[in-house]
């Protein structure tokens, strides 16, 4: 099954004048299909589409769409040439394509620490469609230039008769993922086992109304509520999630590096701007409601002495409509915070802005006007455990302090900008934002899933630790070694060790965003289109699939444009991968 991303190269509005360009920003669609518990080492998911995709030339003249298929080594990736016309049809630029059947057999992946069991399979026929109703649906598209799907719907199919059934029983074990002898090529509906205390069944109807996610249906009462993501071919079960508050399942001696943590880059950009300079389709106390616990903030002094800082995205403001402070934003933390005391918030500052303001300026400044308040700010250096953090804002500084400060905040500052892989103090970076042309997304996407695979593969501790213990300063070097389980300690393994220890101490961030000024198809929203939804399948599909064990974190996922028109998968696939860790906590009787 492909799912085809097609360039639009027209936009409805344009800068007037050149700006220059901005210095974060990128993306792509990535889409795998892959032989199911195939070992796939996610360090070679960048190269493989880089072979790939070095057939595919760019053609900078506008030509009709033209899609290129290309298979190899199990992968299967359609791109298109560039085109003078829109092709979203009006849909919005977030609006995906309803789910198509599919003759694949269907695989089933088990994300939640729950076994089930596929105990029914009934196949429906799409709904005849009358003379009368195809004639309406005929003048229908000709007056409105709309192409009718080739099903009429696939809503529950309540209504419609079943063509055949078959109970049947096959296993689900916790984090595992099955192979079914059932194809999608019309509507079916799966009736699903929890194994869980009292069993209760649940359906599911597929392929589903719509390509966001949607619940397990119970057949009857049920206090848990799962939710599944579709993609072609797959079938993925989520854990529950109450996204306002979902750290509070989790345990407090845990460190934030361990967790799986949704974010969102430049993170007050969702007024009206300049093209390039919005990275946000929703505020950010919808953000907060819906799970991002990770602000990506850019400020900038507004003159020597003065308190004020305000919000922008590289040289320029965040809003056409008048300056923004940052204590509006973080007014908007604290009162969640506040409502919300077992979460916490990591807000990442850096300085930017025009101007000659310094570092040590901004720094001196949010000394004394902003992070003295100890109940609002956790500050002390390194990564706090969970616990410690609880109902505070966590800093993180992209800047350098003045001479002879004391140090402060989980310290970003420095990593090497464009970097595909970087160590930097306290994080391990991923952000390559060198996404000049449209056809290079998928360098981008296959950099995010890498750096997806390194965190995931990571073990953390999981051991009982003092609550005011700072996990910045080694969680054990050693432990990776220790963890070689019968491997033979060559050198190559404990060097490899060695890095994934030392790694195991970092805070990954892993920022998804790029963008290009000059190139319509390169601006955030756009790239977001591409590269949202493939992360979204490459977590469902693939992630730490035929890997040793590790803990299954993603580390930060720092997100262009998540919850536009209400998806917000990305954010729940993210928050459900944090299950795996939980898991093996509770067996180990943690």
Request: a neutral charge; charged letters at 20%; aromatic letters at 6%.
């Amino acid at each position: 099954m492909l799912t085809t991303a097609e360039l639009d190269t027209n936009q409805s509005q344009s800068p007037s004048q050149p700006q220059p360009s901005l210095p974060d920003a990128g993306n792509s669609q990535y889409n795998t299909k892959q032989a199911v518990n195939t070992p796939v080492r996610p360090q070679s998911v960048c190269n493989r589409l880089k072979n790939i995709t070095g057939h595919l030339k760019p053609d900078s003249r506008s030509k009709p769409t033209r899609k290129v298929v290309i298979k190899e080594q199990g992968i299967q990736v359609a791109k298109s040439r560039r085109s003078s016309k829109s092709t979203t049809s009006g849909r919005s630029l977030f609006g995906r394509r309803k789910p198509i059947p599919s003759n694949m057999p269907l695989c089933i992946r088990n994300l939640t620490s729950e076994a089930f069991t596929l105990v029914g399979v009934e196949h429906f026929e799409p709904k005849p469609i009358s003379t009368m109703s195809r004639f309406a649906s005929n003048v229908t598209t000709t007056v409105f230039f709309a192409k009718r799907p080739a099903l009429i719907a696939t809503e529950p199919p309540s209504g419609m008769q079943s063509a055949s059934s078959s109970d049947v029983t096959v296993a689900i074990p916790p984090f595992t993922t099955i192979t079914t002898d059932t194809a999608i090529e019309s509507i079916i509906r799966l009736t699903l086992e929890s194994q869980a205390g009292l069993p209760i069944r649940y359906t599911c109807d597929l392929p589903p109304s719509n390509s966001h996610s949607q619940h397990l249906h119970p057949l009857t009462d049920s206090p848990t509520q799962y939710s599944t993501i579709y993609t072609p071919d797959h079938l993925t079960i989520l854990p529950p999630l109450d996204l306002s508050n979902w750290q509070s399942a989790v345990p407090s001696h845990l460190p934030l590096s361990a967790l799986s943590l949704p974010g969102t880059h430049n993170t007050p950009t969702c007024y009206t701007a300049l093209p390039s300079v919005r990275c946000q389709a929703v505020n950010p106390a919808d953000q907060l409601l819906h799970g991002i616990r990770f602000f990506d903030v850019r400020v900038q002094p507004t003159s020597p002495g003065s308190p004020v800082l305000n919000l922008v995205h590289g040289v320029f403001p965040i809003s056409l409509t008048g300056a923004k402070p940052l204590t509006s934003l973080l007014n908007t933390i604290t009162a969640f915070l506040a409502t919300h005391p077992s979460e916490t918030v990591i807000v990442c500052l850096k300085r930017e802005g025009p101007g000659e303001h310094t570092d040590a300026q901004l720094s001196s400044i949010l000394r004394k006007h902003y992070l003295h308040d100890k109940e609002k700010w956790y500050t002390k250096p390194g990564i706090p455990t969970l616990g410690t953090a609880r109902g505070k804002m966590v800093l993180m500084r992209r800047f350098s302090l003045e001479e002879d400060s004391e140090n402060i905040g989980i310290d970003a500052e420095g990593w090497q900008y464009n970097t595909k892989n970087c160590i930097a103090n306290d994080v391990c970076v991923q952000d390559f934002c060198e996404v000049l042309e449209a056809v290079n997304i998928d360098e981008k996407i296959g950099a995010c899933c890498e750096h997806l695979g390194r965190s995931g593969a990571l073990v953390h501790n999981h051991s009982e630790r003092s609550e005011g213990t700072e996990r910045s300063e080694g969680i054990e070097r050693s432990e990776g070694i220790e963890r070689s389980e019968g491997i033979e300690r060559s050198e190559e393994n404990l060097e490899v060790q060695e890095r994934q220890a030392t790694e195991a101490t970092k805070l990954h961030l892993n920022f998804l965003s790029a963008s290009n000024f000059w190139r319509v198809g390169c601006w955030p929203e756009k790239i977001a289109a591409r590269v949202n939804p493939a992360v979204v399948r490459f977590l469902c599909v693939e992630h730490v699939v035929g890997e040793k064990e590790g803990d299954w974190s993603t580390g930060v996922v720092v997100c262009d444009w998540v919850g536009a028109d209400g998806d917000w998968d990305l954010v729940k696939v993210i928050v459900g991968m944090n299950e795996k860790l939980l898991w093996k906590i509770r067996q180990s009787g943690g």
